[in-house]
């Protein structure tokens, strides 16, 4: 592995009993990459993020550098209205420090803005920390998600659809913070997408995947209609996107 | 029914401030009915110990424990869902329990009596509670996190099947604990009731459980309190009083 690597994947293979779900993927990742996996519904996405991030048994070798630090947005995790758990106690679960709560709320953008920042905290207080999180909205809640993969200050974030069930508005706004996120801390990222706008956008590498990995490289490289077919099966109204800057599937 | 003691009620404060708190948890998991069922369970090994003249503590928590290795078990080794299997272990322990307990003493196995408590199950049940509610707090995050996505929390490092076996084990040590005050048929109540009721008044967790096992001690204490007034059982007056709570919760929770 050298200096610039930060995860390099060999021969990952993944079996449910006799029904392999990711068969022999390999790629390898530097610092301050953008990685995007795409591909449609069951291909297996979730599933090398949950190996990557060693949730599950798999073969085959996933190295990443010493110590890194991983932060993780789960698909979903779903928490009902009346689950009894405020903002402040969610992320005081993974962290003891008030001000590190602090500090990664103000990077997702949480209270702060044109707040003056003596009243910031009583903002914060007030408002956001002591609602229910079974009450936030789909875009404020991934946001919280965000700020909770944050705390500790992580090298690498997995995010898994960062942006699934969020308005075309609130995606974009996700999109941008992650974007500034990664160069303010020069982070680096994977992600899991199926808008192929936000993988020319903000990717620079991108893996294709369909239970095998059909393709691995630089998205306007990679990325053509024959990979496309190959991968969605026909679908290609995931490839002309040149004027609708917010069509997705 | 000999009057109110101090020790029935330094047993209900202990009992029920942990019965109350850890239920909070239980309904957090959506577990109220695997501890309504775990109740049950607890009747062939009261059955047994008084079958057999031994403390019915150890065999309430004997048949309790091997219960929840089976719960816990099959969570783990098989797909198949927890709710029905749940279903099967409580009807068999219902109906096993009802054929070996002594005709004389099906009652008090159902309904419990606390005024039959022993100096020796007192400071057991008074132990118990303290432990229980401690190593529930030390469990308390990795609980609440994996209750919420069992991904976050084991990418969080957080032992997830071991911190629910955990859990199961409180949960079988408080049901035998307060078995002897409200009986099998009715402890699910002391540990669903409370947590509900609390539910309604609350936003945020650590209202909530502390709430949760104010009831809890509220419901024990009431009911034991009632029953010595009234001359009646206390077990079903508990749920009645923890009922009461809850009532109450709703009209708050409609404001």
């Known amino acids: ?249 | 029914m000999p009057s109110l003691n101090y020790l029935q009620l330094l047993v209900g404060v202990f009992v029920g401030i942990a019965s109350g708190y850890l239920g909070s948890f239980m309904v957090l998991r959506r577990m109220a009915l695997v501890g309504d069922a775990l109740s049950h369970v607890a009747l062939p090994g009261l059955a047994l110990a008084l079958l057999f003249h031994v403390n019915p503590f150890f065999g309430a928590f004997a048949t309790l424990f091997a219960g929840i290795i089976g719960i816990w078990l099959i969570e783990n080794k098989t797909e198949l869902p927890t709710e029905s299997l749940v279903g099967l272990f409580f009807t068999f322990a219902l109906a096993a329990g009802f054929l070996i307990t002594p005709q004389v003493d099906i009652l008090e196995a159902l309904f419990g009596d606390i005024s039959k408590i022993t100096f020796l199950d007192g400071i057991l049940a008074v132990i118990l509670s303290i432990a229980v509610i401690i190593v529930m707090k030390k469990i308390s995050k990795g609980f609440i996190l994996s209750t919420i996505s069992t991904d976050l929390a084991k990418s969080s490092g957080v032992k997830v099947a071991r911190i629910n076996f955990i859990f199961l084990v409180l949960v079988a040590l408080i049901v035998a604990s307060g078995i002897k005050a409200v009986g099998s048929l009715l402890m699910g109540a002391l540990v669903i009731i409370p947590a509900i009721a609390s539910k309604n008044f609350t936003t945020g967790m650590g209202r909530y459980t502390v709430l949760s096992a104010v009831f809890g001690l509220a419901s024990l204490l009431g009911g034991i309190a009632l029953a010595s007034y009234l001359k009646l059982s206390p077990g079903p007056l508990v749920v009645l009083v923890s009922t009461a709570f809850f009532v109450v919760s709703l009209l708050k929770s409609k404001q």
Request: proline share 3%; aromatic share 8%.
């Open chain 1, 1 to 249: 592995m050298d200096d610039k690597t930060i995860l390099k994947v060999e021969n990952l293979t993944v079996d449910f009993g006799d029904q392999k779900v990711l068969d022999n993927i390999c790629f390898t990742l530097a610092e301050g990459d953008v990685l995007a996996i795409i591909g449609p519904n069951g291909a297996g996405k979730s599933v090398l993020f949950r190996a990557l991030l060693g949730l599950i048994p798999y073969t085959g070798k996933v190295s990443w550098r010493k110590n890194v630090k991983l932060g993780y947005v789960p698909q979903k995790a779903f928490i009902e209205h009346g689950f009894p758990l405020t903002v402040f106690e969610f992320l005081s679960l993974k962290s003891n420090s008030k001000d590190e709560i602090l500090r990664v709320l103000t990077a997702v953008g949480i209270g702060a803005g044109h707040e003056h920042e003596h009243h910031l905290e009583h903002h914060l207080k007030h408002h956001i920390m002591n609602r229910r999180i079974g009450l936030l909205s789909g875009g404020e809640f991934q946001r919280i998600l965000i700020a909770w993969s944050l705390i500790d200050r992580p090298n690498v974030l997995l995010f898994d659809e960062p942006t699934s069930g969020i308005d075309i508005g609130g995606e974009e706004t996700i999109y941008n913070l992650l974007h500034e996120l990664q160069k303010k801390h020069s982070l680096t990222i994977i992600l899991i997408s199926h808008d192929l706008n936000i993988v020319y956008k903000y990717a620079n590498n991108v893996i294709c995947l369909n239970k095998q990995q059909i393709c691995f490289g630089e998205p306007h490289a990679v990325l053509n209609p024959n990979e496309l077919t190959e991968l969605y099966g026909g679908k290609t109204s995931f490839y002309k996107h040149e004027h609708a800057e917010h069509e997705h599937v």
